[in-house]
């Protein structure tokens, strides 16, 4: 007589982990470096000038690069923060013929000092958040970038934590295939309650994400991801975290 033998499997599932095969990932570096930015994403709040904001900030404009053919072709595109409307930024398109023109890639940070203006800085990439008053950067062009030295840096114990919850996560997953490196991570907050890292995959063709995680109890979940770095912190920041970096969402 034949005996039918039935197997029972047990599936042992374990917090923070998958059964598909995790993302390997590396870092973050143990020593903190200069370069590393947070970048800190929010809602605009800026206005067109009015008629005589708009005749002394020209003015300011062309008194430090007065009109010459070099110039001719220069189009100004004012902005003025509402949230402290004593800051503007210009920026510059140029107009056919381009010939003997003088082209470049950037803006001016303006600065009203009573009924005068003056250009406070000039940059052709994201500027830091401190570069004028709390929040006025972020009202102005909607992203700017913190120091990390100035936030928490993550533990050794919390960035094994983070690292492993993005390992096995489905959004890790959907950014990289198989490994990436995580440049930093920050942990923010009363409570150090959240945190947000940015990875990047190296290569020839390089790219990186921006992940929001929040701590609930004694876990942590991801909130929200973005490729780059224009995660906006006023759909995932707590708080506390907002008012930290001054956003008005």
């Known amino acids: 007589m034949k005996r039918l033998v039935v197997a029972t499997v047990a599936v042992l599932y374990l917090p923070g982990c998958s059964s598909e095969q995790a993302i390997h990932l590396t870092g973050p570096p143990a020593a903190a470096v200069v370069s590393e930015e947070i970048p800190v994403a929010g809602t605009t709040a ?12 020209v003015g300011a404009l062309l008194e430090y690069r007065p009109r010459t053919p070099s110039n001719a072709c220069w189009r100004f595109h004012l902005r003025v923060s509402t949230l402290n409307e004593r800051w503007a930024d210009a920026g510059v398109t140029f107009a056919r013929p ?34 004028a008053p709390p929040g006025v ?24 934590e983070l690292r492993d919850v993005l390992s096995h996560s489905e959004q890790m997953r959907r950014f990289v295939h198989s490994r990436a490196a995580i440049d930093f991570i920050a942990v923010l907050g009363p409570g150090r309650s959240f ?18 995680l929040r701590r609930a109890g004694d876990d942590w979940d991801l909130v929200r991801w973005t490729v780059g770095y224009e995660l906006n912190w006023c759909r995932v920041a707590p708080p506390a975290v907002r008012r930290l970096f001054s956003l008005r969402c």
């Open 46 to 57: 800026r206005r067109p000038p009015t008629s005589a904001e708009r005749r002394s900030i």
């Open 98 to 131: 381009y010939r003997k023109c003088t082209l470049f890639n950037g803006t001016m940070l303006m600065q009203s000092l009573g009924s005068l203006w003056r250009i406070v800085s000039s940059f052709s990439s994201d500027e830091p958040c401190d570069l």
């Open 137 to 160: 950067i972020l009202s102005l062009y909607g992203v700017c970038f913190f120091p990390v030295a100035r936030s928490a840096r993550a533990t050794r114990g919390e960035a094994a």
């Open 195 to 212: 945190a947000v890292a940015q990875v990047s995959t190296g290569g020839p063709v390089g790219r990186s994400a921006t992940f929001a």
